[in-house]
């Protein structure tokens, strides 16, 4: 089946600084989505692209859809302690069925 | 608005005892319907989907199974469950006809000792 490569898989940041994370594939997708997850709980949707090149923001958050539908970057200024949980990059085939990447892990030191 | 409902939030079972757990979706109609199964730090991994009532599709051969007996009502069931079987499982929907996104309920925590 398709695959997902998410990194990194976890990091830490300090307060306050930008964090990076992206999802590749050998795929093409035609939706990328980016899911948070908080401990115990279901993720939730975050950003949603639908075309190739397209950038989105939500306050804080940026995600782009690649230029060759391969890829997926989410970008997170000023991180706070709240920013805490695993984020899942997922990208939906021309089949209609969802991918989800490994997930990447973001711990803040406070 | 959509809303997905989704229980047990936590469950404890004894190997070899029967599973069911239930998702609901209110303020939608003919939505597809996923269960994922999340292992402890990993990705999800999908298990099932329904495009309609009676309407199952399964992705990866186990000991569970999924039915649909209403529009809006997915059930993953197990007549003996396996240690194996442990994990957080999640209930997702989608619409049809205009993607907005999957939404996902809040899981299952189900632990099988």
């Known amino acids: 089946g398709q695959q997902l490569n998410q990194s990194p898989q976890s990091m830490f940041i300090q307060e306050g600084e930008d964090v990076s994370m992206n999802c590749t594939s050998s795929?093409?997708?035609?939706?990328w989505l980016w899911y948070k997850q908080d401990p115990g709980e279901g993720p939730v949707l975050l950003i949603a692209?639908?075309?190739?090149?397209e950038l989105t923001s939500n306050g804080r958050l940026t995600a782009q859809f690649g230029i060759t539908r391969k890829d997926s970057f989410l970008n997170i200024s000023a991180s706070i302690p709240s920013d805490v949980g695993i984020y899942f990059c997922?990208?939906?085939?021309?089949?209609?069925?969802?991918?989800f990447g490994g997930g990447t892990r973001l711990m803040v030191k406070p | 608005s959509q809303t997905i409902h989704q229980w047990p939030a936590t469950l404890v079972q004894p190997v070899g005892s029967p599973l069911s757990l239930e998702c609901t979706v209110e303020?939608?109609?003919?939505?597809?319907l996923y269960w994922y199964r999340q292992a402890a730090g990993r990705g999800l991994q999908l298990l099932f989907y329904?495009?309609?009532?009676?309407?199952i599709s399964s992705e990866v051969p186990q000991n569970l199974s999924a039915s649909r007996p209403q529009d809006r009502q997915f059930i993953l069931s197990s007549k003996k469950l396996l240690l194996s079987d442990s994990g957080f499982y999640l209930c997702?929907?989608?619409?049809?006809?205009?993607?907005?996104?999957?939404?996902f309920g809040s899981g299952t925590r189900l632990t099988v000792v």
């Open positions: 997702a929907w989608r619409q049809r006809l205009k993607f907005y996104g999957y939404t």
């Open positions: 795929s093409i997708f035609n939706t």
């Open positions: 692209l639908y075309k190739a090149g």
């Open positions: 997922a990208g939906i085939n021309a089949g209609n069925m969802l991918t």
């Open positions: 303020g939608t109609s003919n939505p597809n």
């Open positions: 329904s495009v309609g009532i009676g309407q």
